[in-house]
């Protein structure tokens, strides 16, 4: 519908003209033409300029460059008679040949010379023949017709030059309007009024139009797919046909692609409202989701549309009213798809494991598909929801299954060594390589978890990690047992005999092979601590006494030689716990050392570098030197006290060191 209320846009005014079928036009042409407004005053109106001198004419006559004759150059020839002029085409012909502004250039001029006077200031008529309006008004009505015509042809096999005519003769009409506004707004009933808005509602029709007859893809889709998919091909096509050829037929801050995106936009919405009331079906929800939240964002940002289409200010496609629920829907299926596959590779796993089978091999090492399988399912559906949802945030839900998940993985793996079958060690040597590579996805896509959810899986596979280094090791230290009773006796400070230990160490290597390299390292880094801490357990048990200071220097030096042999041994085996060294060595320092003030600074240099070494074991440490009396021993131990704590710069050592 057009309408005769005034409507103005930015950057560019249309005036709000009636159009032929406007009943004020209807109960206007009962009322005598304008034509007798000519016998009084003269109507202050403003046409578009259609009279101006003629060119002079010219002959030419030119130099050539190239052979120096003479040829015609574009100088006046003052003898010769003036060309008479080209016969000037007529409305019918500008018509013909969709000329539209210059036929409406005509018609301005025949109702300039009606209603207002000719050229040379001629005054009007004062009667004016009504064959005279009624022609004018028939032929303006074919122009008009011929403007709204080429209009709705705007997206199939448009005329470029046409377009761009018809469009200037929009212009004209703005500025023929503006005169009769300003004489009154008595503009005769015949004079379409009202092309800005004749204009949009053209076109959104036309784009109304297209949409409801889309393009039918020929893939195997549901109706609804193949109906959103349509839609989407048509937008796409029309989108860039206008960016294309439409837009340089208008004036740039007219911005008809941001005015063709909103019409779309519009139309596309209320059909998807529509489908998304209806009910649907998982796969239907997923599609339409997906194509809301990025396919239809990504066709706005492609570069041949971005510069002229922001997307920013076009509403929502969906209200929350509707997309919520389809939101849930999504979500839901998706989570239950996460539960249920994960769960039928833990049934996988378990079910090897009761069958007595053992997990397969790679390169020497027990490795397991649990992990990899279950971290490709949630990386890709994660990743897949944020698009589907378009929000990172909402898909991040999906991984709170995750930590049950992990739960029952944990589950399993202690069944695993409660039962301690005869497969049992290399389900849970592949299980070390699963709970790495967890860490590591947990570690590098953070993103794809919310923080108490991250945090949770880390610390159950913590509890994994630790348990199987349990099962694994535990073996070892009860078949070391002889060696470590060895340590710190008369014997042992006579000679080490750290000797017999590594070599019990060395006849259990074998049996912790199996799991992959950086999990063997670990393993063996582990290792190396605990059979530090059973070493420093030992030596502050208290059993050896130190009576002089050959006794103390000979004990200094064996613990020093320890520490460096154990170093040596575990690193050779693939440990990097060096720091290890390091504690050992300081205690002995300690134990060599003669006076007091150098004890405690000994003391303190240990305490800051190990901030859990207590005053316990400063006072078992001090108690194996039966040369310092305990006001001495008081006195050092107070030295802790003055020392800063800083836990974060230091691994725990000491406080796996129990003492009495």
């Excluded at 033409?33 to 001198?53: I, R, S």
């Excluded at 761009?164 to 005769?188: H, L, N, R």
């Excluded at 378990?350 to 490709?376: H, L, M, N, R």
């Excluded at 800051?608 to 440490?621: A, G, I, T």
Aim: aromatic letters at 6%.
């Amino acid at each position: 519908m057009r309408s005769d209320s005034p409507q103005k846009h930015d950057g560019f005014k249309w005036s709000t003209l009636a159009p032929l079928s406007n009943p004020l036009r209807k109960a206007a042409a009962e009322k005598k033409p304008p034509g007798k407004a000519a016998g009084g005053p003269k109507l202050n109106l403003k046409f578009p300029k259609v009279w101006g001198p003629k060119a002079p004419q010219v002959r030419r006559n030119s130099t050539s460059t190239t052979d120096k004759r003479t040829e015609p150059q574009d100088i006046p020839d003052l003898t010769a008679p003036p060309a008479p002029p080209p016969p000037a085409l007529t409305f019918e012909q500008h018509l013909s040949a969709l000329h539209l502004s210059e036929a409406g250039r005509l018609l301005l001029a025949r109702e300039e010379r009606l209603f207002v006077g000719g050229p040379d200031d001629k005054a009007p008529p004062l009667e004016v023949p009504s064959g005279d309006v009624d022609a004018l008004a028939a032929d303006r009505q074919t122009l008009e017709e011929a403007v709204l015509q080429t209009l709705r042809g705007s997206l199939d096999q448009m005329d470029a030059d046409a377009l761009k005519s018809a469009v200037t003769f929009m212009q004209q009409e703005d500025e023929c309007d503006d005169g009769w506004e300003q004489y009154g707004g008595m503009a005769p009933p015949w004079r379409l009024r009202g092309w800005r808005q004749l204009h949009d509602e053209t076109l959104r029709s036309l784009v109304e139009e297209r949409m409801d007859a889309p393009p039918t893809p020929s893939t195997e889709q549901s109706s609804i797919q193949a109906d959103v998919h349509g839609m989407g091909r048509r937008l796409r096509r029309d989108l860039l046909l206008v960016a294309e050829r439409v837009k340089p037929c208008y004036p740039s801050h007219l911005a008809i692609c941001q005015l063709y995106a909103t019409w779309y936009h519009h139309c596309i919405s209320i059909r998807l409202r529509r489908l998304a009331d209806f009910g649907l079906d998982d796969r239907d929800c997923t599609f339409l989701l997906r194509w809301v939240n990025d396919y239809y964002p990504q066709l706005l940002q492609e570069p041949q549309l971005a510069a002229d289409i922001d997307a920013k200010v076009l509403q929502e496609l969906l209200p929350e009213n509707l997309l919520s629920p389809l939101e849930e829907q999504y979500l839901s299926h998706q989570q239950r798809e996460l539960t249920t596959y994960v769960g039928r590779i833990l049934d996988q796993a378990q079910e090897a494991w009761t069958k007595g089978e053992e997990p397969p091999k790679e390169d020497g090492c027990f490795v397991s598909p649990t992990a990899y399988d279950v971290i490709q399912m949630v990386n890709g559906i994660v990743n897949a929801a944020a698009k589907v949802v378009g929000d990172p945030h909402k898909a991040q839900n999906l991984t709170r299954q995750l930590q049950d998940l992990l739960h029952r993985f944990r589950t399993f793996q202690a069944q695993v060594i409660k039962r301690n079958k005869a497969n049992s060690a290399a389900f849970v040597k592949a299980n070390l390589g699963c709970v790495a590579q967890f860490r590591h996805f947990l570690s590098t896509q953070s993103r794809l978890f919310p923080e108490d959810v991250r945090e949770g899986c880390l610390s159950v596979l913590s509890d994994m990690k630790q348990s199987a280094h349990d099962y694994l090791l535990n073996p070892v230290h009860r078949n070391l047992k002889l060696c470590y009773r060895k340590l710190f006796s008369q014997e042992w400070l006579k000679k080490s005999t750290l000797v017999l230990l590594l070599s019990g160490l060395e006849d259990e290597m074998p049996q912790l092979q199996g799991s992959s390299e950086s999990c063997h390292r670990e393993l063996i880094g582990q290792l190396h601590q605990e059979v530090s801490v059973e070493y420093a357990r030992r030596l502050l048990k208290g059993e050896l006494r130190l009576k002089d200071k050959q006794q103390q220097q000979q004990a200094a030096d064996n613990v020093d030689d320890d520490a460096c042999a154990l170093h040596d041994f575990f690193a050779r085996h693939g440990s990097e716990e060096a720091w290890l060294q390091k504690a050992l060595s300081m205690m002995a320092e300690i134990l060599k050392l003669q006076d007091l003030p150098a004890i405690q600074c000994q003391v303190a240099s240990l305490g800051s570098d190990f901030p859990d070494f207590s005053e316990k074991h400063v006072m078992s440490l001090l108690k194996l030197k039966c040369s310092l009396t305990k006001e001495d021993r008081m006195n050092i131990q107070a030295v802790l006290a003055e020392i800063p704590k800083d836990c974060g710069r230091s691994r725990p050592f000491f406080s796996f060191v129990l003492v009495k």
